[in-house]
Every structure is written in C-alpha cells, then in structure tokens.
C-alpha cells in the first residue's frame, strides 16, 4: 500500500487531466454557482443555487425555485425531512420549508448553520444553538447567549455530532454525550461521513479515534468543507482547490488536472465514491476511475500513439506519430528530441537493443544514444512491423517480410502476401510466427517453410495479434470482431457475443480475460462472459484506438494507445458499483390528468406514464410490464415514458426495474396499482337485468306470434281462394306464353340458320371468288397467240410465195379473232369478279349483324404492343438516339422502335378522329425531347401516362425494344414526362437531360399521321 500511496502521489503531482465533469445552465441548473450541495437517502442530489433549490437524479435537473425575497441569499445548508419535504436555510434568513409546492418560513429569526434528519428526527444547528423539527414546530435542545460558528453532521453509523462552544456532543439514543478533545484545540468545523469524531482545525484534522492530529501540507490552508471515505481517505475543499490525503500522503489536486475552478465552497462523497464540488464557477463531480492517462503535457513527443513496448527491464516504450519516449516514474522521457520519426512498431533484440520500425527506417536504441540503421548496416526503408522470436532472429514487416542477419544482410520471404502488408507479429510456444496483415492472418514456420492463409476465414485488415498463455491466437479485424484459433478450432466474436463493436483495433487476452480497444472505448470481458465496457467517463485518454498499441507491463499494468493520448489501466483503482439505479414512477396520465395509485379509471383509458432512474452516473435503461395484461418483461429502453392505448377492464399494476451495466435488473422495483372500471354492459347489473328482460321479451314473442298465427290463418284461407282463381287464370296465360316462345324459338332457330347459311355462302362465293380469278388467269393466258404471231413473222421472212401469203393472211385473222374473244370474256370476268365481291360484302355485313356481340369488343392494346414487340427488324443500320446522362453515360433508344409503338398506339386511340394530325417529334429544340401533340382527347395527361408507366416487359434483344421500354429508359436516364392540354390541343412532352453535352447525334425527324 505504501508504494500504491508513492505511485498516486507521483501520479497527481503531474499536471495529469482526471475525470471531472461540469455542470452549469447548459445542463439545466438553474444558476451555474452551487452554495450548498446535499445527498439524501434516495441517492438524489440536492443543489442550493442563488435562484433557488434544484434536485438531479444523473440526468434531469427538476427546479424548486426560491422563496420570495431570498433570490440573492446566500444559503448555508440543505436538508429533507423524514416525509420527504426539502428544507434550506438562509444566513440571517432563517429556514424555509417547502410544503405543497408553496414556501413556508418555519424558522424566521434562526441563523442556521447545518441541518440533519436521522432515525426520523430533524436538527438544526444555529449560531445560537441546537434545535429539533417536529413538523413546522421546533424545539430548543441547546441555547447559547452569544454567537458562535456551530456545526453538525451524521456519523457513518448514523449517530449525530454536535459542535458547540464547550466541545463536541454525540447523540446516543436521546443523551448527548460529549466527546473528549486535546485541550487548547482550536476547531471549527466537522468531518463529514466519518466512522467517530474528526474536527478541522486551522492547523491540520483531529481524529478522535486515534488521538492523532492530521497536519495539512499548507499552512495557509483555508477549508471550507471537507469529507471522509470509507477507505480513510480525506478530501479537503479548499480556497486553493481539493486536496486528498491518502494514507500519510497529501495530493492538491487543481484545475491543471481539469477541475474548473480553485476556490471550492462544499465537497460531498456519493454511494459509489463519487466526489461532488461546489466551486465558485459551476458543480463539478470527480468520476474515479481504473485508468490514467498521459498526454503532451506528461512528456509525450505527440497525442497520436502507435506503438506501445514492454522491455526486459519493465521499462515501457512508447512510439508516437512524432517521436519515441519511455516512462520513468510517472513521466515520459525522449531518447533524442531532435528525432520524430512516425513509429509503427517496437521490439527488443536479444543483446537489449530495443529497434523502432518507422516510415523513415529502422531506429536504435543501444542503452545510451537513439540512431538509425544506415543502409550498410541493414536494412533502410519505410516499416510497419518489426518482431524479435524466441531464436533471436529479427523479422521486419512492410509490404513483404524480411528477415535481417546478424551479418547486416537481409532476404525477402516468401509467405503469399500477394500485395498484402505485414502489420503485427506474435510467436506461439511452438516457434511459429502468426503475421497480421492488411487481409487477414498468416501462419508461419520458419524453419519449415510452412505457412497457413486465415484471410478467407476473416478476409480483413487484422490490426493487432496476440498470443496468450494458452497459446490460443487472437486478432482483431476491421469490421468482422475478434478471431480466436485454438488448435484447429476457430472461433468468432461479435456484436452478437456482446462485443460493443467489430472494428477492433487492439486485443490482449490474460487470464482468460479478453481485452478489446475499438472506436467506442476499451471493453474487458470477464472469465464468466460478462462484458464491462470503459469510456471517457473511467478515465481513458479517448475513444478511438489506434491499432496494434497495446501491452501489458510485469505489474499487470495494461496499456492503451490513442488518437488523443495514452491510458493506463491499474487494477487497484478500479471500483465496485455498489449502488443501483433507483426505479421512480414519476406520474400516470389519463387524458392529461395525473392519477393516484390505487384509482379506479374509466372504460378503455389512454395512459402515459412518465419514469426516471435516481443514478448521479447518468442514463441507465429501464425494463417494464403491466401485471394483468402481460407477465413479460419490455425489452430495455432509455426512453423514460410508456404509452398504453385503450385498456380493458381489471386490476392491473405497472411495474417498473432498471439495469446495471452488466445488464442485470435491479432487486427494487416500482410499482403502481390501478383499476379499470368495467363497462356498463359488463357490470353483473347489467347481465342480470339483460337476462330477464330477454326472459320477458321471449314470453311477449311468443303470444305475439301465437296471435299472428291465428290471423294469418284467416288471411290465407282468404288468400287460397283467391289464389285459386289466379291460377286459373295464369294456367290459360301460360298456354299462350308457351305458344309464343315456341314461335320465338321457331324465329330464332331460323335466324341461326339464316347466319349459318349466309356463312356457307359466303364461303360458297369466296371460293367462287377464287375460281373467277383463276379463269381471268387462264382466259388472259397469251400463250398460244403468242405462238401463232411467231409462226407468222417467221413465214414472213423466210418465204415470199402466195401461198404463203395466204396463209399468213389467214393466220392473222384467226389471232384478230382470238383476241376480240379474249377481251370479251376477260371483261366479263371483271364482271363476274366485281359482283362477287359486292356479293361477299354484303353476305359479310349480314354475318356480322347476325354476330352483333362480338363487335362490341375493344382493342386490347397490350397485345397490340406485345405484337410490335415480338417484330424483328431486318434494317442493319438501325437508328438510334444517343442520350448522354449527367454522368455522361450513353444510354442508345432505336427511333425505329420508339416511333413505330408510338405510332401505331395513336393509330389506336385516334379511332374516330382520322382528320386530325397528330405530329411526333423527335429532337432537341428547345431541349431534348420527344413532343406528341394533337388535340385528340386520347392525348389526354392521364391515359398517354398510363400507358408510359402500367406495362413493362423484359428487353427481348438488343436489336428493338417496345414503347414502354423506350419509356423506361427515358426514365432512368432522368428523363421527365409531362402531358397537358393547351387550348383544344393536348402536348405530352418527354424532356431528356443532355449533361451540357451534344445529346442527339442525327438530325431531328418527324412524322405525321392522318
């Protein structure tokens, strides 16, 4: 313990920042300047400000105001009574109780000095006396003719003590007994929290265990408050700021270590040790935690540590982004100042040498000078690891691995980087060499050869490796967690295990404890598989951690290295939380009004209940269930509010529970009982009146119904008579319905036959049709004349002779003959064919007619489109426009396709209006677009968007797409569609972006339908 008191001496004598933490208006304090700070059982804060009394439970402040006419006193003490009532006295104003939520002056003349409630009874000292509260009523135990500077306080067994001018009194059971002191003593104040008795004096703490007078290491010392911990400790508020006695040793602690300001007016000690300062600039608490850290103003060469090295002599090496240094006693020393080299790892030699791989080299550090490794020394150039195993042999790391001689020469081994850096080393017990690279972990042997690749079991950078006493492997990676390798089994860990976060930048395992330093803080994770997570708050440097700067010195000391700093972590600092996060039901709304527990509610409430936990720590998260409704436990929220929507009738209790940081419940639990009053329908009145009422109204239907039987006997013996003579009748219209739907049925059978018949001769008449055409063909033959007029030109030139002649004559008049023939039957052919077809027409419109129904279908223009889709264009030069994107992407849209569906769509949807032009442009004036217009009310906004956005197919080929796919393109290439109506013409305009580039490559093109 004696060289734990020398450490923490040497520790705070620095200008070391500790954990303090402020409050002030920004937090929610009424006013920034705390007179008088109080704790009570529950574990709220009580804070006496000049506005007014304010109360923290770790997260909200909740403002009590002041009394009219103290806004500006200056308060001397606070207190609660045993009902809960908060009391605050006023130098020279007396003590004001707050009853209601109104301020009642209870003691007007009193100067109230302190004040304190024990066992259910409330004293006040004075500088008059010592009275006791009962109510609003007080009661003198002690009176004194002049004024003095009395105090009062509980003692850590609950007896209280008094100061007064003859010496101290102790209240046992209802004596007050007094307490024997060094004559001559000089006292003026008590200790607070203390086991027996101990007075501060101008010279020093009496302690009336030991007889013993504590001297203060100031002279001049001027205390206002001071206060004991459990552990002995004395932390002493001052006019010069705090000092703690440890032991037989004395820490001033200032605002060089972050306290925010010097002159302290009241100090107090919660459950967990917390110290809470009232300074004169804002309130402040000093959160003790397991960790110190170093930065610039303790020796370091840069906040930014890379590199941390443990040597053989337990001394501890740090390398920096800006230089090397090494801890001696509390402070950091640079080897060489002039030298900031940027250090990315450390190692020892087997001679004591310690060598620094940095971006500019191979540093060494020899016991005395700090140099650099020329180049025929070895090797020289930018390193990222650098490793010493067990045979002495030295390994560097960069982008391969390199193995340097004790010679000065140097090799290059092949491991299968493949581009990958070599970032850590560790050795197993077997000798082999685990490598962390910038893709995952290799496995090493350097004797065999031998090498394993894990980057496909964790394919990411591994930024720090480590071997523990197990010879289990571990590595942290970027993103995937923690990789364990124990043998052949391989094992993960995750934020699914518990890990605050996957990219883990430092690992150490020890003990079968895991220590992880990621972006969020340090995490340890126990033997028994709980997580215990450190932050700002425990002491650390900073939250993010660099990679690989993590070791263990032979004092089980860890150490972490930072962005900002470095941490280091002392077991015997850390400390047991002994005090869990209180459950407070603040309130239970119905429809805005607040509720007593126990009330019984109205059918179906809405219900908003508002919570908080008393933890001076901060947020802790809540658990809850409605007992009655649901036996389950909610999942943990920090949220401090529940809102449940029209609850059923019954008993129900709300309950409530917090977590610790482990994420165990709390043992005390908040309950709030209330009843949901039962609908009116529900109540057993209600059901027992219901029940004779339908008794009552059974028997009422059932004579009703025996008379309306009885009268509709009468009626229907009416009825059948007339009924009777109805059918009569009937029956005879029957008869002559029945003739008539046999003439319909005769007219209709007709009918069908006569559509049947007409479509036989329609068939009939096609194939005549067919015939006629073929006998114009065979009638128009000019074969055979043809043959005949050769004959004759030949005759003609080979012979001269009459009969020759003759025949020639003959000849030419048997052809004239022939043709007159031919042209008569072929123009009566043409008859014959047009009367056909007038035939065919007409017999066609008849079957139509008779089929009327089936004209009255519509165009489906998705198979429309479907057909104009399925259609391969043969064209090998295919037009294309070219739209180039703000990303100057080209996206290509055949114009043949785009135009051919658009066209044939309008053909469809302008039925009817074949005498108004409808214009498709293709261009770029005045922008890029696609404009129809026409003044058809088919090219209306909603239909012509429809048919852009309702249909899209899978392109089929690369050679065509349909309309709607066109349409696509157009739009994921940004394009926008709008269609309006302008006067009697509608516009639909698809406007491309062009990205300030050329967007059409040929010339605009445009077409007409009519």
Partial sequence: MRICGIWMACWLGMAQQLNFKAFSVRDGMPQSQPLAIYLDDSGYLWVATYAGLTRFDGVNWKDYGSPIGMQAAKTSCICLKTDGTPLIGYQDGGVWSRDDGQWTHILPDANPRAMVTVDGRTFVATSVGLLELTGNQSTSIFTYDQSFDSDLVSLRDGRVAYFAPEGVLVRRGSNWEPVTIPRGLRAFALVRGAAEVMLVTPDGVWDSQSQDLIPFPDEDLLVNACVASPNGNLWIGAQNGIWLRHQTYWIHITTQHGLPSDDIGDVLLDEEQNLWIATVDSLAVYLPGPFQRFGLADGLPSPVVRAIYVDATNRVWIGTRAGIAYEDKGVFIQPDPRMKPSVYGISQDTDGTVLFATAEGLYVWDGSQLRTISKDEGPNFPMQSVYVDKRGRRWIGHSQLTLWHRDGSYETVEIGLKGRNVVAFTEDSHGKLWIATSNGVISFDPDSGETRDFSALAPATAWSIYCDERDRIWWATNGLGVV??????????????????????????????????????????????????????????????????????????????????????????????????????????????????????????????????????????????????????SESQESPRVVFAKLGSGKYVFELRTLDALGRPSKQVAHFPFVVRQAWWETSLFQIGFLVMCVLVSIWIGRMRIRAIRKRKRVLELEISKRTQSLRQANRELVNLQEQLVESAHVAGMAQQARQSLHRIGNTLNSLQVSVQELKEKAGDPSEVAFIHRLVDRLE????????????????????????????????????????????????????????????????????????????????????????????????????????????????????????????????????????SGSAPSLSGSALQHLFTQYHDVYSSQAHIDMHESANLIQEVGGKIRAEKKGSRYELKIWLPHGGQETFLEKPDQVSLH
């Fill in 484 to 633: 364990c390798v124990d043998g052949e089994s391989v094992d993960i860990m995750d934020k699914e295990q518990g890990l605050k976060n996957n990219f883990v930048w430092q690992v150490m395992a020890h003990q079968d404890a895991l220590w992880l330093a990621h972006n969020q803080g340090i995490s340890l994770r126990t033997p028994a598989g709980q997580w215990f997570n450190f932050d700002l708050d425990d002491g650390i440097a900073g939250l993010e951690a660099t990679a690989t700067a993590i070791a263990r010195d032979k004092n089980n000391g860890l150490w972490f290295g930072c962005g900002k700093g470095l941490s280091r972590y002392i077991p015997f600092l850390e400390r047991a939380h002994n005090r869990e996060p209180v459950p407070v039901i603040d309130a239970i709304r119905v429809n805005g009004k607040e509720i007593s527990p126990g009330q019984t509610l109205a059918h179906e409430p809405d219900l908003t209940i508002d919570f908080h936990a008393i933890h001076l720590r901060g947020r802790v998260p809540f658990q809850y269930r409605l007992v009655g409704a649901d036996q389950q436990w």
């Fill in 797 to 932: 030139r080979n012979s001269d002779t009459a009969t020759i002649e003759t025949i020639v004559a003959a000849l030419r008049r048997f052809t004239g003959i022939q043709g007159k023939r031919t042209d008569a039957a072929l123009h009566e052919l043409r008859d014959l064919e047009l009367s056909v077809q007038t035939l065919c027409d007409a017999i066609k419109d008849q079957e139509n007619m008779a089929a009327m129904p089936l004209l009255q279908q519509r165009v489906n223009l998705c198979t429309l489109l479907n057909e104009i889709r399925t259609e391969v264009t043969t064209a090998t030069d295919v037009e294309r426009l070219q739209i180039v994107c703000d990303d100057h992407k080209v996206v290509e849209i055949p114009r043949y396709h785009l135009k051919k569906a658009l066209t044939t769509f309008l053909k469809w949807s302008l039925d009817g209006h074949a005498d108004d032009p409808v214009t498709i442009h293709v261009g770029e004036n005045p922008a890029p677009a696609i404009c129809i």
